[in-house]
């Protein structure tokens, strides 16, 4: 990345939430044999013009995990809570899916402003070689010229009523949760970037589904590059993760945490992907993401869990999350 950075070679990558499956395609030929494509404000890559249509009948059924296991993974997360071993800890879970929709459905008609589809690579062990889709609704980091910014999501109402918002506005644990996160983030980037503030704070956005209207709270941090930033860009992007909306604070305890607590392999999930062209940066958070596990179709989702939370609201998020933004 520094090497491309440098040389003003635009080119696409993936970053896995563990940091050690790292993917390079630059536009103008991959490199590699693992079919890829993304779209991005800033570039698309991967030609998607004869992909199947949607079915006229979508069928799209979460089949959630067990209460019972979700209590487990909570009562784990709330000793370490409890202990002060963190302050917030974002808990993933796998959903199967009983679908008529295919990966190249979900890259090629969710409305999203970052997609991904990575096809299935035999020589990558595990998790890491399934296919995959995402349409996040989360930007990581954007640099346009020299100004950083990071756009942490951290908040979820499941309708856009006029009550739902008030709540998302007011609730005590959601203030909480964006104080972390935009707190870590700042801290972040200071790494990396100098006059590093709070742009927008807990300002609220609408997402549609196929089962209506949600909303969702993010914030906006700011900072300035040093002149030879493209020279350094792995570095600036490897010194930020993993993605601290997708972790919790602090980062390095939680992440232990989250080891001990999910019974799964995350992979790509909660991972980064992006693209640089050549003088800027567009990159997001892998959330919303679908990935084949054998003959079925898994959802990962999450959300972010503090001592005031309560295992059966943060069980409904976690399944609440699982959607497909298709708008039909």
Known sequence: ??????????????????????????KEGAGHGRSAAFSLPLGEYGAWGNSPPLPEQIRFEPVPCPVDWYVSAFSSVRAHLLRGDSYLLNLCVATPVKTNLTLSHLFRFAQAPYRMFLGPDASAAGVHGRACSCFSPEPFVRVRGREIATFPMKGTADAATLEARRWLEEDEKENRESATIVDLMRNDLSMVASRVQVKRYRYISPVETRGGTILQCSSEIGGVLPENWPSRLGEIIMALLPAGSVTGAPKEATCRAIAEAEDMERGFYTGIFGFFNGRDLDSAVAIRFMEEDGANLVYKSGGGITVMSRMEDEYREAIAKVYVPFDL
């Open 1 to 26: 990345m520094n090497v491309l950075g440098r040389s003003g070679t635009p080119f696409f990558f993936v970053i896995s939430y563990d940091l050690e499956h790292n993917l390079l395609f630059e």
